[in-house]
């Protein structure tokens, strides 16, 4: 359960402590893996981003970004700051494409971009705990784990919702970006308390573990070595316990402040006010009915003007706390196959729009799911304000 | 722990398996329902499609991932009614039964730079756009429709790939025919070919019927009755139950399937074959 290297009460000017383990979706490949991340214990950001692997170098967008969210930290609460930020990574990505060179497929596929989801956490001294704050666009996952107890999962709270295509950032401005939506929490985390960041591929696994009522043990990852933990990874893949994709796995485990004292500040605080109770469904079969109800609002941003020139009010006006769900399909509908005569290519065009009503289906379905997030978010808000206050008021 | 069948997730570990059965019979050169152009033709502009389109969507940083093996057969007579059954991909890969993916995406037979057409998205105007496309098959259209022989020999194919690929997502058949086979019952042809399987599930067999007049198209019917005609009825017994990702798929793409719906079409049109063909692909774990 202790760490080796986890002392309590030690001091040090590092926020937490960190392991990283990836491998990629083929072993005998490992340079094809489109998945990165990145840390600054010092700083206490850490980062990881998902390429998707169907869009065209991938690998190196995010890479990309997940280096910027360290070295330049975006806001994406200021739109026009953040499209700068985009904008300036973009520039970077395009600079590393040599295309003069590519066959056809690549060609074909390198008008379309690379995408990457991103997901990065920072902390803040506050006294004796840090303050949290979370920022995520598509599918990759944080686990705020205190001992045994799941405190969070976020922003995906149940394996089913993995199954849709995330909302992605694009390495092109497509002209897509006012459907871009960051998830966001700003919350405590204290020392000790382990923080789970990884890909939806791990996301998938630890959810369906929740979700049977058992516990991932990431203390036990945790003392693995890499090796060690791949050859696990790799067999849980053959078992179909988790999806052959591009993994990524990092834990840390929060220090404390450097001006913590040591006397009064070696045990953690009780539960923060915002807890997300373990995952225990009556059946192991995931499905809605068996997901908890997530407890705290998920506050939802909308990004991103991708010039400067852009005006604020050209922004849409923020979602209301409702978990955001993927939009925009990473890759535009396929071309048309060549050969075909005009009333041919608009029959393809009706194919396509039939695809996009599937694109509209799925868009409802998770408003749907994320009103019904929504609601029984508030209800649950209700509860937690009314019940305990009410005794006060009368007083 | 039993698994599921029909859940291999297709990767460069557990490649899939595509196998084409294209009829290249003379009455191919008839012009498909609501078209003008020859059934032979929209065909092929289908399936050179689908490859292109497949390629693209198995690109990587570092080239085409090799993780589909696809196989494009054609069968036809001579003019002594003998069956001609052969590969139809053209080119550098003349003369194979089944290539990777990765070798297909490499070696069209040509590059043909033609117009395609785009709405241009402020005025919605269509506007051209020269886009290089690929092309691995031609058009053929003459002799008979020796379906039995193909059958046969798509037997053979699919017998000795699942031998190298025991635990594959089991290889996915489409047939793609105008007319009744013409050297026998393929009935008995087609079981024997869906009794091959890997060790998750039987091989997949799907037909479609292309059809010269506008008729009312039949898709994934789960029933016998109702079907228009004896050639129907038998394409129907020869096709797969779709399982349950197949189901779970259509139903998001908004298509009603009864619980045991075929993998067929009759009286397919050029929208319903392409549907056809995504239908096969997209329900297989990993080639979203």
């Given at each position: 359960m202790i760490l080796s290297s986890f002392k309590p009460g030690f001091q040090t000017t590092m926020r937490f402590e960190s392991r990283i383990f990836q491998l990629a979706k083929d072993p005998q490949a490992p340079t094809d893996f489109q998945d990165a991340c990145q840390v600054d214990a010092a700083q206490g950001v850490a980062t990881v981003a998902d390429g998707v692997s169907s869009s065209l170098f991938a690998g190196v967008w995010a890479s990309i970004l997940t280096a910027a969210v360290v070295a330049d930290p975006p806001d994406p609460a200021d739109p026009n700051a953040f499209g700068r930020w985009l904008a300036n990574r973009r520039a970077a990505w395009s600079q590393q494409i040599d295309a003069s060179n590519l066959p056809w497929f690549q060609k074909v596929k390198l008008k379309q971009g690379a995408f990457s989801t991103l997901l990065w956490i920072r902390l803040n001294p506050s006294g004796s705990e840090y303050g949290m704050q979370c920022w995520a666009v598509g599918d990759c996952c944080l686990f705020h784990v205190r001992g045994e107890r799941l405190l969070r999962s976020f922003p995906i709270l149940n394996s089913a919702e993995l199954d849709a295509n995330p909302l992605a950032l694009g390495s092109l401005d497509l002209n897509h970006d006012q459907y871009l939506r960051f998830a966001t929490f700003d919350d405590g985390c204290s020392p000790g308390d382990t923080l789970v960041l990884c890909t939806d591929a791990l996301a998938g696994w630890a959810l369906k573990e929740y979700e049977s009522g058992r516990t991932p043990a990431w203390d036990r990852l945790w003392s693995l070595s890499e090796d060690a933990w791949r050859a696990e990874i790799i067999e849980q893949r053959a078992a179909q316990q988790i999806r052959y994709d591009d993994t990524t796995l990092l834990l840390l485990r929060v220090c404390h402040p450097p001006t913590t004292s040591l006397a009064s500040k070696t045990v953690p605080k009780p539960v923060p006010a915002v807890v997300i109770e373990p995952i225990v469904p009556t059946s192991p079969a995931s499905s809605p009915k068996t997901v908890p109800k997530p407890v705290s609002a998920v506050v939802v941003e909308p990004i991103v003007p991708t010039s400067p020139a852009s005006s604020p009010k050209a922004v849409p006006k923020p979602v209301p706390a409702v978990v955001v769900e993927p939009i925009v399909p990473p890759l535009p509908p396929p071309n048309p196959p060549a050969g075909l005569s005009d009333s041919d290519v608009r029959r393809w065009a009706e194919s396509i729009a039939s695809a996009s009503e599937d694109l509209a289906e799925q868009v409802s379905d998770e408003m749907i799911k994320g009103m019904r997030k929504l609601k029984d978010s508030l209800f649950q808000k209700y509860r937690d304000n009314s019940a305990p206050k009410d005794p006060k008021k009368g007083e | 722990?039993?698994?599921?069948?029909?859940?291999?997730?297709?990767?460069?570990?557990?490649?899939?398996?595509?196998?084409?059965?294209?009829?290249?019979?003379?009455?191919?050169?008839?012009?498909?329902?609501?078209?003008?152009?020859?059934?032979?033709?929209?065909?092929?502009?289908?399936?050179?499609?689908?490859?292109?389109?497949?390629?693209?969507?198995?690109?990587?940083?570092?080239?085409?991932?090799?993780?589909?093996?696809?196989?494009?057969?054609?069968?036809?007579?001579?003019?002594?009614?003998?069956?001609?059954?052969?590969?139809?991909?053209?080119?550098?890969?003349?003369?194979?039964?089944?290539?990777?993916?990765?070798?297909?995406?490499?070696?069209?037979?040509?590059?043909?730079?033609?117009?395609?057409?785009?709405?241009?998205?402020?005025?919605?105007?269509?506007?051209?756009?020269?886009?290089?496309?690929?092309?691995?098959?031609?058009?053929?259209?003459?002799?008979?429709?020796?379906?039995?022989?193909?059958?046969?020999?798509?037997?053979?194919?699919?017998?000795?790939?699942?031998?190298?690929?025991?635990?594959?997502?089991?290889?996915?058949?489409?047939?793609?025919?105008?007319?009744?086979?013409?050297?026998?019952?393929?009935i008995p042809y087609a079981d024997a070919v869906r009794s091959l399987a890997t060790a998750d599930g039987n091989v997949l067999l799907l037909n479609c019927h292309l059809s010269m007049t506008a008729a009312q198209p039949f898709m994934f019917p789960a029933g016998e009755e109702g079907l228009p005609d004896e050639l129907a009825k038998v394409l129907f017994r020869m096709s797969s139950v779709l399982p349950g990702p197949f189901l779970r798929h259509a139903s998001q793409e908004g298509l009603r399937m009864q619980p045991n719906a075929r993998g067929m079409a009759f009286n397919a049109d050029m929208v319903c074959l392409i549907q056809f063909l995504n239908m096969g692909t997209k329900a297989a774990p990993g080639l979203r």
């Open positions: - | 722990m039993s698994r599921a069948s029909y859940s291999q997730e297709i990767n460069r570990q557990n490649k899939g398996c595509f196998l084409f059965l294209l009829d290249q019979s003379y009455s191919m050169e008839e012009p498909l329902g609501n078209s003008a152009s020859r059934k032979c033709d929209q065909l092929v502009a289908a399936i050179n499609g689908w490859l292109q389109n497949m390629a693209i969507r198995a690109t990587g940083d570092q080239g085409i991932r090799d993780w589909l093996d696809v196989g494009v057969m054609g069968y036809r007579t001579d003019p002594a009614a003998q069956p001609i059954i052969e590969p139809a991909l053209q080119g550098p890969l003349a003369g194979k039964t089944i290539c990777s993916i990765t070798e297909i995406g490499a070696h069209p037979a040509r590059i043909e730079t033609r117009t395609q057409y785009f709405p241009d998205e402020e005025t919605g105007q269509m506007i051209p756009v020269p886009c290089e496309t690929p092309v691995w098959v031609d058009a053929k259209a003459e002799g008979g429709t020796p379906m039995c022989h193909m059958l046969y020999f798509a037997h053979q194919i699919l017998a000795d790939w699942i031998s190298r690929h025991p635990y594959s997502f089991p290889p996915i058949v489409v047939h793609i025919t105008d007319g009744e086979s013409q050297d026998g019952d393929p």
